[in-house]
Structures are given as C-alpha cells and as structure tokens.
Antibody, heavy 118, light 106 residues
Framework: QVQLVQSGAEVTKPGASVKVSCKAS????????IHWVRQAPGQGLEWMGR????????NYAQKFQGRVTMTRDTSISTAYMELSRLRSDDTAVYYC???????????WGQGTLVTVSS | SYELTQPPSVSVSPGQTASITCSGD??????ACWYQQKPGQSPVLVIY???KRPSGIPERFSGSNSGNTATLTISGTQAMDEADYYC?????????FGGGTKLTVL
C-alpha cells in the first residue's frame, strides 16, 4: 500500500533552517510528483511547491521563492523540503503529498510539526 | 494570483444535505478537488476531477463544477462528516487551496 512517512517534529530558532523528509513506499517513487503543503496552527492549507522525483525539477510558490529548496534521493525513495531563514510565523505542520496524476493529492504524509521559537 | 473563496462555516442537521461552495474566476474551466480534514489528522481526498470519488469514499459525497463555482455536496450527512473541507485547483503550474469551510453537523 502507498505510504508517505515523514520525519519527526522539529524545534528550531529564528534565522535557522529546517529540513523535513518524506519517505515513499508502495509505488514507483519516480512516477508521481511530491508536493509540500503547510498548515499553521488553526489556519488553512498552504501550498509550498512540488518536485518531480524523476527529473528533480521543481516549482515553488512565489511566497517561498528564495527560502525553500525541494530535493529528492531516488535511491531511498525520499523527498526533502528545506526552509531557511525561519521566522516565528513559519511554525506549522508541514505535509508531503503525492500527486496521483489526477491533479489532486491522493496520499498524504502524517505531517511534521516545525516550531520556530527563540 | 488566483484565489479560491469558500464560506468559513456551514451547518447542517443530521440526515440532511450539505453544500459547500468554492468560487474562483472561470473555475469551471479547471479541475476542482476537495479534501476533508478532521482535527489532528492529515487531509483526505474526497472528490477529484470535479466529480470523481476515490475508492473508499462514501457515495453520499458528490461534486460539481461549472462557471465560477465548484460545489461539494454531502447527502444524508452524518455526524462523522463534521470536519474542515478544502477545495483545490491548479493555476498554471501552481496549486491553490480555498480557505476552508468548517462543516458542523447539529
């Protein structure tokens, strides 16, 4: 069965960087885009960008351009999202999600809580 | 940038029909999909490509999309359907979410 398993919660300081991983299993990793979506406490879903695991090509939301980097390691079927120059308002749950070739996200990771606090 | 607008909240009595709208410029020309999210859980896809239900999603969930509005309809709403619902569409190579609608079953 398809699974996306994310790395554990992080507590970090303003100005630092965080890197979240998303390990895929149960399907051909290079066959589907991986997207990253975040959700601040009590707020809605916010799309951050996507990566093509086959080519490594990325698209980022304008809001995060220059601060986010999405990468992948096909040898271990894992995607990564690194966000730099963290601020307190980056505190959120970060999700990875699979684009199942239907213009929608059919599988989601369990979420990773990133807390930015001095 | 492209925006999708949802009502913040919708209330429905058990057994009745709930309708949640999602508005965007010429949204009917794009595919819309819908996610259900319960507290502390990851979102779950309930409708994709306007009208299609993923495997395992009850038949009481249905969708439509025309003009500037996509609609998620839940027929015979049950208490377990109480959740936040988000619409989503694509704008060029970027994804856009609606602000979310809290469905209350009372």
């Amino acid at each position: 069965q398809v699974q996306l398993v994310q790395s554990g919660a992080e507590v970090t300081k303003p100005g630092a960087s965080v890197k979240v991983s998303c390990k895929a299993s149960g399907y051909t990793f290079t066959g589907c885009y991986i997207h990253w979506v975040r959700q601040a406490p009590g707020q809605g879903l916010e799309w951050m960008g996507r990566i093509n695991p086959n080519s490594g090509g990325t698209n980022y939301a304008q809001k995060f351009q220059g601060r986010v980097t999405m990468t992948r390691d096909t040898s271990i079927s894992t995607a990564y999202m690194e966000l730099s120059r963290l601020r307190s308002d980056d505190t959120a749950v970060y999700y990875c999600a699979r684009d199942g070739l239907t213009s929608s996200f059919d599988y989601w990771g369990q979420g990773t809580l990133v807390t930015v606090s001095s | 940038s492209y925006e999708l607008t949802q009502p913040p909240s919708v209330s429905v009595s058990p057994g009745q029909t709930a309708s949640i709208t999602c508005s965007g410029d010429k949204l009917g020309d794009k595919y819309a999909c819908w996610y259900q999210q319960k507290p502390g859980q990851s979102p779950v896809l309930v409708i994709y490509q306007d009208t299609k239900r993923p495997s395992g999603i009850p038949e009481r969930f249905s969708g439509s999309n025309s003009g500037n509005t996509a609609t998620l309809t839940i027929s015979g709403t049950q208490a377990m359907d109480e959740a936040d619902y988000y619409c989503q569409a694509w704008d060029s190579s970027h994804v856009v979410f609606g602000g979310g609608t809290k469905l209350t079953v009372l």
